[in-house]
């Protein structure tokens, strides 16, 4: 039987992206050289959210971008014959920042290898890192957030969605599938 889990709420996923503002604010100390780079789709929305909340605080509007990883996916024939490739506008330059890539959930870690390969075809940041709302374990790839909003144990054939506002008209995190 296939059931839904609500994990976090809207007032939870205001919480945890305040929390991960001020962590990446303490770890960088300020905002010199920092941009920030959302995989489409929420990832996107989710920086914007996390450059507002930087702005609120120290007063810097930081650069930001959105990035489209479809055709850098080593499983994109896999997913679609005809793939929806949406947008990547990156409007600064990445040369000597330091990026923080945002996304929603982060699973196998094929998603962020993809959205690392296609960021070097931009320049050379200094530095990578990674904020996801959700981590759910499952790893494939060595590869790890730095800021996270959850950590969520999850079974492989469950489904993470993290449902937000500015796409769904609804603001939660759920989790899908069988919880037996």
């Known amino acids: 039987m296939s059931k839904c889990h609500k994990i976090l709420d809207a007032a939870d996923i205001d919480r945890v992206l305040t929390r ?3 962590e990446i604010l303490e770890k960088h100390r300020g905002t010199k050289n920092l941009g920030l780079i959302g995989i489409q789709t929420r990832g996107v929305s989710l920086a914007k959210r996390i450059q507002s909340g930087i702005q609120a605080i120290e007063g810097v ?3 930001t971008g959105d990035m489209d990883i479809t055709l850098y996916r080593d499983d994109w ?3 679609s014959h005809n793939p929806i ?12 920042k330091q990026i923080i890539l945002v996304d929603d959930v982060l699973f196998t870690g094929r998603t962020v290898r993809a959205a690392m390969d296609a960021l070097i075809d931009f320049g050379r940041p200094d530095r990578i890192e990674l904020a996801v ?5 499952h790893r494939e790839l060595p590869i790890q957030a730095e800021y996270v909003g ?3 144990e999850t079974r492989r054939l469950e489904t993470v969605n ?9 603001e939660q995190v759920v989790i899908e599938g069988s919880r037996d």
């Open 61 to 63: 509007e930081i650069p």
């Open 85 to 96: 490739v949406q947008t990547t506008e990156i409007a600064f330059s990445v040369d000597g």
């Open 20 to 22: 991960m503002v001020h």
């Open 162 to 170: 993290v449902l937000i506002a500015e796409h769904d008209s609804v």
């Open 77 to 79: 024939t896999r997913i």
């Open 150 to 152: 959850k950590f969520v």
């Open 133 to 137: 709302l959700v981590d759910r374990g």
